[in-house]
């Protein structure tokens, strides 16, 4: 193979939200772990209401078959290969001149492995898993490239949580030899990924410390039916007063307690859980309600911060990714919490806040063609550093 | 990578009875389309009651959830893990050894591309799909190599109907300069493979010809209320007389009469037809409705040798492999229904007859390795040949 010259590679994600599926399309050179990537073109194509809908559904437990999501995993493969083609397109790159395309796919279960004595039981279906979907085999068809995908199932497979897979990019981009830094990613769940001042690899580590956007967003649907999908900056949130009882109840949830590694999903913080914390109350105000979600985000942030990071490393900025880092209000409560960090968006860094997820998968692609391992095991529990997905060649 | 030396391989699958896994360690030498193949070890793992089944379950379209799916999943990719240590143990090579892992994988949804106009519609969930489960990277991890899996999406991402795929093994292992022969293989549906005397690769056809155990099994099980999962030499069925309206009905039935390319799965011949044609006939012998579903099984058989075989090439003999060579009854039904031909076991030729699949898997992975492609486009009415399968490493 020839991978020292620069390289152009697509990476494609639709994450926990659901709102549709995100393409960069990079140009990266340099090789193992001194990658130098360039963001050149970014797109978000939204979902079909109707394939939203469904994958709302199957994943948050609703029943399915193995005939619907046979034919979701198809109807992804070609709405994420309608992605690639579109930020192609923008970049004004012909597809046929990739040379990978890295596809996370859509996330419809993922289930860590218990770190209790539960993880001790010889269960067949008692075992960690993951799945997504977005066949792999029918992008690579469209694009006439290879294409890695089904990036978690390996560092499973060795024992890991399966997530977060961003840190070691986070590491191979953000490392600074005097600045201790975290990145944090506020997607559906927010992540974080810890790289203290002239870090090894082996020095990063970084978990998932509960709901980022997810709560808000199911409140905002919720009481627009639909219409809205979230809170625009924050607004909506900024007219409430936060609910302390449901804050303190939900705060003293083991989730927030437990040290990492740890990951989380639409299985702890999906629609079960709204139902179950918020919609309970029938009597609060949305306003007040979606304030009480934007202050779990940023309080189960910041302590774990003060909890799991600040003991283990001197930090000195915290760069913001993700749509979450739109959230103007979102991200003032972050600040008040955290006054003696560096707030930065991770714009500043060369990539918009929202691209940095599919701009890791395609930088994650690029490694597994070199035959790199693409895990943390500091970061995802497991045995061993992995090479991360599979390869299907066109 | 150095293929050119010798190289052990295993070949892993479970058909459509979900029976358990079958598991072939091979030995094979030589490169592109003239490899040599020995098998060295074959064992077959029965999957536990519970899992199997749940698989019987879902397959069948009960209602399942995306947690299932995702267990079964890692489930089975320990147990198809299990088979290939069970096989590496029985043939004495450590699994540390082997160049490379085919695994199939268990079918839970498959259909083809419709062949009418149906076709033409542009709608996300009415397209062609397959799953097949059974996690690789598990068994990657496991063993310690390269694991090739998920064969079916390409050849479908192409346009193909995703089977059948051991024609090309068939073609690479039984063509012969002077004799026409057909690669018949009885699983839980019947497929043949048609090699004409001297064919080239792009001259070899082959298509499911329907139901080949899957309803004698079926019916097996219903009434010994499934404590035998098959009727043992065929010794049940030769009890009993075939019901000629049962039969003359099913034979009508569009799919016997379609040209191929076609493919058949649990969707058209499970246990919903098993109900609807068999199981509704209330006052018939179980004898008599085992005999019929053989019956089908050698009459579709024969009608599509008779209809789409003999008018396109001068056949010589009939090599049969799968769990249906080992039922002496249903042997003779198509002795006596095609007679002009001689017929053979796939033992004869080196390849225990329930092996067969296993083995074509081995080598349909050791091809992905070396880049060529592994469907055959006149099989599958794929538009191009393509490589097969994606590749997990350890």
């Known amino acids: ?126 075992q960690a898993s993951t799945l997504q979907l977005g066949e792999a085999a029918v992008i690579a068809e469209r694009a006439g490239v290879p294409v890695v995908a089904d990036f978690r199932a390996a560092d499973m497979a060795a024992g890991g949580q399966g997530a977060p897979l961003v840190p070691l990019v986070d590491y191979l981009l953000l ?56 809170d625009e900056g924050g607004k909506w949130a900024a007219q409430g007063k936060p609910l302390k009882p449901v804050l303190d109840r939900i705060l003293r949830l083991p989730f927030f307690r437990r040290p990492p590694p740890k990951s989380a999903g639409r299985e702890q913080f999906g629609s079960e859980f709204l139902a179950r914390y918020f919609l309970s109350q029938r009597k609060a105000e949305p306003a007040d309600l979606i304030r009480t979600a934007a202050e779990l985000s940023a309080r189960s942030i910041a302590d774990a911060l003060r909890r799991f990071v600040f003991p283990q490393a001197k930090i000195h900025r915290l760069i913001v990714s993700g749509g979450g880092a739109r959230n103007g209000f979102l991200m003032g409560r972050i600040r008040d919490l955290l006054p003696e960090l560096d707030l930065h968006l991770s714009d500043n860094y060369g990539f918009p806040a929202d691209a940095k997820e599919a701009i890791a998968f395609a930088l994650l692609a690029d490694r597994t063609l070199q035959g790199l391992p693409g895990n943390l095991p500091a970061v995802t529990g497991a045995r061993r550093a992995v090479i991360l997905g599979k390869i299907s060649r066109p």
Chains 1, 2 share one sequence.
């Open 175 to 230: 490392r600074h030899e005097e600045l201790g830094s975290v990145a944090l990613n506020i997607g559906g769940i927010a992540n974080v990924t810890v790289i203290p001042a002239g870090a090894g690899s082996q020095s990063v580590f970084g978990f998932d410390t509960g709901p980022g956007n997810m709560l808000m967003d199911g409140l905002v649907r919720h009481f627009t039916h639909a219409r809205k999908t979230y």
């Open 1 to 126: 193979m020839t991978i020292h010259r620069a390289r152009w590679a697509v990476g494609l994600i639709s994450g926990t939200s659901m709102d549709g599926i995100d393409a960069a399309l990079v140009r990266i050179e340099g090789l193992g772990d001194c990658p130098k990537v360039w963001l050149h073109a970014f797109r978000t194509l939204p979902y079909p209401p109707a394939i939203r809908n469904r994958l709302l559904g199957v994943a948050s437990g609703s029943a399915t078959s193995t005939q619907e999501i046979s034919m979701l995993n198809f109807a992804l493969g070609q709405l994420f290969a309608d992605a690639m083609l579109a930020v192609c397109r923008q970049g004004r790159v012909s597809p046929g001149k990739l040379d990978v395309i890295g596809s996370h796919g859509q996330t419809v279960f993922h289930q860590g492995p218990s770190t209790g004595s539960v993880s001790k039981r010889r269960s067949h279906l008692s």
